[in-house]
C-alpha cells in the first residue's frame, strides 16, 4: 500500500513564503508523476506544478516565477517551495503521485494542507 503525507501549510502575509513537503512511502512501485493541485472553497481542483520521473516539469501560469517544484529522488519526496505569495493562492494543497506497481498504473492523494495568505 502507498499512501502520501503532506506538511508545510499555515498563514502567511502576502508577500511571503512558505515551503510544502509530500512524501510518498510504500513498497514494489516506481514513481511516474509527482505534483501539487490546489482548491479553493467553490472552486474546482488545478494543477499548481508537477515533476515528472525525468525531471520535466510544469506549472500553471499564475504562479510562474514564484513558485518552485523539486524532488529528492532518494527520499521519494517532492517539496513546494511558494515565494511572494498573494492572497489568491490561499487555498488547501494537496500532494499527487502518480505511480506504477506490478505493471499497473495508480494515482495516490495526499490529506491536502492548507495555505492562507492574509494579512
Known amino acids: 500500500q502507498v499512501h502520501v503525507v503532506e506538511s508545510g501549510g499555515g498563514l502567511v502575509q502576502p508577500g511571503g513564503s512558505l515551503r510544502l513537503s509530500c512524501s510518498v512511502s510504500?513498497?514494489?512501485?516506481?514513481?511516474?508523476?509527482m505534483g501539487w493541485y490546489r482548491q479553493a472553497p467553490g472552486n474546482q481542483r488545478e494543477l499548481v506544478a508537477g515533476?515528472?520521473?525525468?525531471?520535466?516539469?510544469n506549472y500553471a501560469d499564475s504562479v510562474k516565477g514564484r513558485f518552485t517544484i523539486s524532488r529528492d529522488n532518494a527520499k521519494n519526496t517532492v517539496y513546494l517551495q511558494m515565494n511572494s505569495l498573494k492572497p489568491e493562492d490561499t487555498a488547501v494543497y494537496y500532494c499527487?503521485?502518480?505511480?506504477?506497481?506490478?505493471?499497473?498504473?495508480?494515482?495516490?492523494w495526499g490529506q491536502g494542507t492548507q495555505v492562507t495568505v492574509s494579512s
Open positions: 510504500g513498497t514494489d512501485f516506481s514513481v511516474n508523476f
Open positions: 515533476i515528472r520521473s525525468g525531471g520535466t516539469t
Open positions: 499527487q503521485t502518480e505511480i506504477s506497481l506490478r505493471a499497473y498504473v495508480y494515482s495516490y
